[in-house]
């Protein structure tokens, strides 16, 4: 069983449109952690998110973690071919010291 | 420092064989995780070291798997008697502490033939 779920799973999307990515859990997280990974490659660390309600943003990427820090999203405006991946969101429970990751969304912008 | 390296970056190996990968996390990190993913899902943790000492080893880790990290430098994670099942991508990280972030490598990919 996957302490995060993650949707959707896959997504493929226009150049130029927007998209969401959701992260949920039934558990609190002391933190929330995006990354995005590339075939072959480790996961890139893209945001911390550490506060309920938290919202951070990366030029074109918004970052939102759950007022009860149970969900977080991933919204990407104006997409570009370029953030194709597979993003991952992970967590770490209270008192706990190591990350619980999602299955992921492969994300695909089209040209 | 270049970050977290791993070696060998691929892996092939016929069923039955023992495989060693090794991690050189950033040097000035003290802890050192090794995680598996498997196509189409999100890395699965498998151990953790803080210096020299291995704290914490999942379930995901069986008798045929073994780590070390001695001195609190480099890591190696061992595979005996490998198994189809046993392909993967094997990924280390280290972290400065605790609630600090990760910095991952860019992994070592198993097959077994």
């Known amino acids: 069983t996957q302490l995060l779920e993650q949707s959707p799973q896959f997504l493929s999307i226009q150049e130029g449109e927007n998209l969401t990515v959701y992260c949920n859990s039934s558990?609190?997280?002391?933190?929330l952690q995006w990354y995005r990974q590339e075939p072959g490659e480790g996961p890139v660390l893209l945001v911390t998110v550490v506060t309920g309600g938290e919202v951070k943003k990366l030029k074109r990427l918004t970052f939102q973690f759950g007022d009860a820090r149970k969900d977080s999203s991933l919204h990407i405006t104006a997409a570009q071919p370029g953030d194709t991946g597979l993003y991952l969101c992970a967590g770490t429970l209270p008192n706990d010291y190591k990350l619980s990751f999602g299955a992921g969304t492969t994300v695909t912008v089209r040209a | 420092d270049t970050g977290v390296s791993q070696d060998p970056r691929h892996k092939i190996t016929k069923r039955g064989q023992n495989v060693t990968f090794r991690c050189d996390p950033i040097s000035e990190h003290n802890r050192l995780y090794w995680y598996r993913q498997t196509l189409g899902q999100g890395p699965e943790f498998l151990t953790y070291f803080q210096n020299e000492a291995q704290l914490e080893k999942s379930r995901l880790l069986s008798d045929r798997f073994s780590a070390e990290r001695p001195k609190g430098s480099f890591s190696t994670l061992e595979i005996q008697r490998t198994e189809q099942g046993d392909s993967a991508m094997y990924l280390c990280?280290?972290?400065?502490?605790?609630?600090?972030?990760?910095?991952f490598g860019s992994g070592t990919r198993l097959t077994v033939v």
């Open positions: 558990s609190v997280f002391s933190s």
């Open positions: 990280a280290s972290s400065l502490g605790q609630g600090d972030d990760y910095t």
